[in-house]
């Protein structure tokens, strides 16, 4: 069973940044994608960026531009470097992994933007 752990999510105020981490139980390379979402109150989850296991990047547009991910295969860690943060990026981060047809989630970390 692959573990997922995600940690780093703080008060913040607009205009500040924060680095959240993925610390997976397994290899990174073994994954086909490693990626995060988030889901804000009374709202469905979205998708917010990816890196594949050749390492191509995709970002949803609302972050494009602002977030970052990026890993470090050493730590099995997949990041996500946040600036210029919103009060709308407000939301719980949950990453997810894929590996063949299943999918791993973690327990996600809370993230919130003061105006």
């Known amino acids: 069973q692959v573990q997922v752990v995600e940690s780093g999510g703080d008060l913040v105020q607009a205009g500040g940044s924060l680095r959240l981490s993925c610390v997976v139980s397994?290899?990174?390379?073994?994954?086909?994608?490693i990626g995060w979402y988030r889901q804000a109150p009374g709202k469905q989850r979205e998708w917010v960026a990816t890196?594949?296991?050749?390492?191509?990047?995709s970002y949803a547009e609302s972050v494009k531009g602002r977030f970052t991910i990026y890993r470090d295969n050493l730590r099995r860690t997949v990041y996500l470097q946040m600036n210029t943060l919103r009060p709308e990026d407000t939301a719980v981060y949950y990453c997810?992994?894929?590996?063949?047809?299943?999918?791993?989630w973690g327990q996600g970390t809370q993230v919130t933007v003061s105006s």
């Open positions: 997810q992994a894929l590996v063949d047809s299943s999918d791993y």
């Open positions: 397994a290899s990174i390379p073994s994954f086909n994608v």
């Open positions: 890196i594949t296991r050749p390492g191509v990047r």
